[in-house]
């Protein structure tokens, strides 16, 4: 078997697998997506360029800098290099350029079958609160939550470790196989995931989720027509038939339900004060942001980053990080609006949910879900752009 064949079948395997495990394992989604990008290595396609290259490259450069002029020095390098899932986007991108045409669609099915197990599961979870993870001995305790006001329920996690990460997953990987749905990318066999996905994320009791899936039925409609006006019925039946999962979602807009939230982004506007242009440094906010709490609320537990992306990259950041971290959403926007992939709604459906989701929690630092996001902007944006004209 020559170099190149043999680079076709590590693609294809690691690939195959990274988008099984999207919903199911970290370690998996790692390791496969690992084998991938040894594909790629050993055979790299013709053309690398791709819609997305300057603008993630030019946000990593710019968060590497800011890390290294950070007055507080920089993180520790697990949190320094929290911008390592868009690596991802790359080898989904460069990888599907080395095999036929065909292959996206392949390994949405494969993306498909991982969420519908992570469903069925997520759905046993909210009855039973079982943790089949800790049940096959990988995991030293049983990760359980209780549902949001539903009392003797739990809130479904999947195979991960918290139900806001599953809910996150799930609503970015739902969207991207509606959009795919909707412009017959794939199979309707894909449909029985979608509608298991939908269910699990209603017991999720994850209400940015919620959200998200609102937004991308909007895109979707937007772009393939008012005939998938049913996505939109069927999301919001989500928030009609399950009394514990109505209540939850009106929660969303209530502003004394969500002074948490408040109480951050009052934070976070204090720290982008102190640091106005050049931030405090990639990865840096939850080494920073405990003296600005302590000021307020010494007891105050939510001690992450500010509950919104755009808040938190520029005080991280400053004005150049959050026009580079804009300038990424943009560039993705854009190619997908032009592009006549078949792919391009449900990338564009995902892009619009994790955006939605953004606007309360902190998804960029969240390496499970950015997997999800890159991997539906990846197959998407894998086809080979044309050679440039001579003269």
């Not at 929290?82 to 991108?93: P, T």
């Not at 669609?105 to 469903?119: I, Y």
């Not at 609320?297 to 959050?322: K, V």
């Not at 950015?370 to 944006?381: D, E, R, S």
């Amino acid at each position: 078997m020559d170099r190149r064949k043999t680079a076709c079948v590590l693609v294809a395997a690691g690939l195959l697998g990274h988008a099984f495990f999207l919903s199911v394992s970290i370690a998996g989604m790692q390791i496969a997506l690992a084998v991938a990008a040894l594909g790629v290595l050993l055979a790299p396609p013709a053309r690398l360029r791709t819609p997305l290259a300057a603008p993630l490259i030019a946000f990593i450069v710019l968060a590497v800098i800011s890390d290294l002029i950070s007055p507080f020095g920089p993180p520790p390098l697990a949190f320094a290099t929290l911008w390592r899932s868009a690596l991802g986007y790359f080898v989904v991108a460069l990888g599907l350029r080395s095999l036929p045409e065909g292959w996206p669609e392949r390994l949405l099915l494969a993306a498909a079958a991982g969420l519908a197990l992570a469903a069925i599961v997520g759905l046993l979870q909210y009855r039973t609160g079982v943790d089949p993870v800790h049940a096959l001995g990988l995991r030293p305790e049983a990760a359980m939550v209780q549902a949001p006001g539903v009392p003797d329920r739990f809130g479904a996690m999947g195979f991960f470790t918290s139900r806001l990460t599953f809910g996150h997953s799930a609503a970015i990987l739902v969207s991207l196989l509606a959009g795919a749905l909707a412009t017959r990318a794939v199979p309707w066999v894909a449909a029985v995931s979608v509608a298991l996905g939908l269910a699990a994320v209603a017991v999720t009791f994850d209400r940015a989720a919620y959200l998200a899936l609102c937004v991308a039925a909007a895109a979707i409609v937007l772009r393939a027509g008012r005939r998938f006006a049913w996505l939109a019925l069927a999301i919001a039946a989500l928030a009609a038939l399950h009394p514990g999962v109505r209540g939850r979602f009106a929660t969303a807009f209530s502003s004394a339900a969500n002074a948490d939230r408040l109480f951050i982004w009052s934070r976070a506007t204090e720290i982008i004060a102190d640091h106005p242009l050049r931030g405090i440094g990639f990865g840096n906010y939850q080494r920073v942001a405990g003296a600005y709490y302590d000021r307020v609320d010494r007891a105050f537990p939510m001690r992450t980053w500010a509950h919104n992306l755009e808040l938190s990259t520029l005080a991280e950041m400053g004005p150049l990080g959050l026009l580079a971290m804009l300038w990424i959403w943009i560039a993705a926007a854009l190619a997908l609006f032009r592009s006549r992939d078949r792919l391009a709604t449900g990338a564009l459906a995902a892009l619009a949910a994790f955006l939605a989701i953004t606007q309360t929690h902190d998804l960029f630092y969240d390496t499970k879900v950015m997997y999800a996001l890159w991997f539906a902007l990846g197959t998407a944006l894998s086809r080979a752009p044309p050679p440039a004209r001579a003269g």
